[in-house]
């Protein structure tokens, strides 16, 4: 008889050695491990202690026995208007051809390649061909302003950067080098060399002579590139991945490379259910956590073909993703709600245009999930949709649903239960002890972390301890930094930050269950709500929503009274003490290029302080109409 989840789940806790040797049977390694935990140092600890593998060897190389010619990088720009695939075998020449690349550069064991990118196959390659050679990479997201990839330069003092002339988004130029060339000026340690990958796109692009190299007169020199794969202990760093919103010396989550591996390659079986030969297509970019596990690592290390998209949701129609799934038979697909938002506002035909069949499912993460938007998704589509919830921090998720263990029922607005490998408890946030059913607490984690979370945050053992195990006295626990709850059948609800959390005259409100109860207004497309200071009750929550149609606010009569229904509507949810002190109005809210609200922006603009740090700001305009709506202007 197949194991229930609860047993699978409870074997992982009470049994982790022989629990994760079982799942480290799903990938290869060149030398086995002679101690699965080690873990004489709380926090830190190490897993597959003295086994020695490769990322890229795992992802690549040991498919080529099998499956050669099976598609393994699907690139689809809807910017450029270009369609490229490569099989296993095509896919390991051009990784062969980078790393031999990369060595011609000085490029060895344990040094780091910071990665400047737009959603191009060569940013794949880099990634491989950089963990092949035991080297470790940095991605930064491709349109970081130069003072933020400065920063993250001389925190990881790489000795090569990967970049490109430019990216393209909604049919846009976006130059990069010359943010390459101000960062690198403003750095303390900028790396020797500067491989581009010219694609054509800035003619203006300047070139600093001994310093720059073209990746294709260099690759033509390398066609025949037979590099090996480094083998490396499992402990040894794979990437390092800067967490935004960071103040003062970005911190750099440091992954290590066989619990990693071991981490992706049972998600793949247990939570996502892909199988050898199958698609997936993850509609993140290559700078973010999800990117990293689950367009590049993940699916590939578990046989599969990844789509690796460049352009929007909603150009050159709101079709396009169904399209791709349709076309390349995409069997698991993963997205962020705020994209699902994004196409909620469009005409829902595009969404039964294209034969989706092949779809089993549909994973979401990046934010909470509001249980309206689940429930349109899943009515539109037609299909399982199951809400993670995780960290970059994490690499892999901390709560979901885990369809390849026992399809359990989803709960609309809950990312289910622990995965297996955490020991995950809602603790109070002042006695640390474990809170009942029904009752906020902090989403924390009992170490040893799983495999595949940080191993530290790089160069700084302290910070990790300080800034992740010291938020309970005299407890050594993980800090998600998260409020959650669980209901009665045992279903986890994440609230929103511990610093996102509103206190109205002695009530704790997370402005997650606001933002739920306004969603729920049939007017309604997305909000956000903030804590904005009062001097009568400390704070008070103050609504930002996007209407579905604007032609309501056409005066201030009507303005005034969808005002008032949306109060209505949260006092009818969650009782008069959750109503916003004030509904504003916008066309768009500001977010981050990843498609994350800038909650803290927003707040301080409510406030009247600066918005702070907006090198990830999308679109000024949203925030502009922030600022119109808080000063009367709108």
């Not at 079982?22 to 101690?35: M, N, R, T, V, Y």
């Not at 990881?156 to 846009?172: C, F, H």
């Not at 992706?264 to 939570?271: D, P, V």
């Not at 907006?614 to 679109?619: E, G, S, Y």
Request: proline share 6%.
């Amino acid at each position: 008889m197949a194991e229930t989840y609860q047993a699978f789940h409870r074997r992982s806790i009470e049994q982790p050695e022989a629990f994760w040797a079982e799942q480290a049977e799903l990938i290869d390694w060149h030398k086995p491990f002679e101690q699965v935990l080690r873990f004489d140092n709380p926090p830190f600890r190490d897993w597959f202690v003295g086994g020695e593998t490769n990322l890229c060897h795992n992802a690549v190389d040991r498919h080529l026995k099998d499956r050669a010619d099976q598609n393994a990088l699907i690139f689809v720009s809807t910017e450029t208007d270009t369609e490229k695939t490569y099989t296993f075998a095509e896919l390991h020449r051009e990784v062969n051809r980078f790393a031999a690349c990369l060595q011609d550069l000085g490029v060895g064991k344990g040094d780091r390649v910071l990665i400047y990118m737009p959603m191009i196959p060569e940013a794949i390659f880099a990634m491989l061909a950089t963990v092949r050679l035991g080297a470790i990479h940095s991605v930064v997201f491709g349109g970081f302003a130069a003072h933020s990839l400065a920063t993250r330069v001389d925190d990881a003092q790489p000795k090569v950067m990967v970049t490109a002339d430019g990216g393209m988004r909604g049919g846009k130029i976006i130059p990069y080098k010359h943010l390459v060339d101000d960062a690198l000026a403003q750095s303390e340690h900028p790396p020797a060399s500067v491989l581009i990958v010219n694609r054509g796109l800035d003619p203006e692009m300047a070139i600093v002579a001994g310093r720059d190299v073209d990746y294709a007169s260099l690759r033509e020199r390398h066609l025949d590139a037979n590099v090996p794969c480094e083998w490396v202990e499992s402990n040894h760093p794979s990437y390092i991945l800067y967490t935004s919103g960071t103040t003062g010396k970005p911190k750099g989550v440091q992954r290590d490379t066989g619990g990693y591996a071991v981490a992706l390659a049972a998600s793949m079986k247990h939570i996502y259910c892909g199988n050898p030969g199958e698609a997936y297509f993850s509609t993140s970019d290559i700078g973010w956590v999800v990117g990293h596990s689950y367009i590049v690592y993940g699916p590939l290390i578990g046989g599969m073909a990844t789509v690796v998209y460049e352009g929007l949701p909603i150009r050159p129609d709101p079709g396009i993703w169904w399209q791709i799934v349709e076309k390349y038979k995409v069997t698991v697909m993963f997205s962020a709600p705020t994209a699902v938002r994004v196409l909620k506002k469009q005409d829902p035909a595009w969404l039964k245009k294209y034969d989706i069949s092949t779809l089993r499912y549909l994973f979401l993460a990046g934010e909470p999930l509001d249980e309206p938007t689940a429930q349109w998704i899943s009515d539109a589509l037609n299909v399982p949709i199951i809400d993670n919830y995780w960290q970059t921090e994490t690499g892999w998720p901390m709560l979901t649903a885990m369809p390849g263990v026992e399809n359990t029922p989803v709960k609309f607005g809950s990312p289910s239960f622990p995965a297996y490998g955490y020991n995950l408890k809602l603790l109070d946030e002042v006695s640390g002890e474990e809170v009942g059913p029904g009752e906020k607490g902090v989403v924390a984690v009992l170490p040893p972390l799983p495999p595949g979370c940080l191993s530290t945050v790089w160069g700084q053992d302290d910070r990790f301890v300080n800034t992740y195990f010291k938020g309970f006295k005299d407890k050594l626990v993980y800090s998600s930094f998260d409020w959650g709850l669980k209901d009665e059948d045992g279903y986890y609800f994440i609230l929103g930050r511990t610093d996102d959390v509103i206190n109205v005259a002695g009530h704790r409100l997370g402005t997650r269950e606001i933002e739920e109860a306004v969603n729920t207004h049939n007017s309604i497309a997305e909000c956000a709500v903030v804590g904005v200071a009062d001097q009568l009750k400390g704070q008070v929550p103050m609504a930002f929503a996007v209407v579905k149609d604007p032609a309501q606010l056409a005066d201030e009569t009507l303005r005034a009274s969808l005002a008032k229904e949306v109060i209505a509507t949260v006092s009818k949810e969650l009782g008069a003490i959750a109503n916003p002190s004030q509904v504003h109005f916008v066309t768009q809210l500001p977010k981050t290029r990843s498609g994350k609200v800038l909650r803290r922006s927003i707040q301080a603009i409510a406030e009247g302080r600066d918005p702070g740090d907006l090198t990830t700001l999308d679109d000024p305009s949203g925030l502009e109409q922030v600022k119109q709506a808080v000063t009367g202007q709108s």
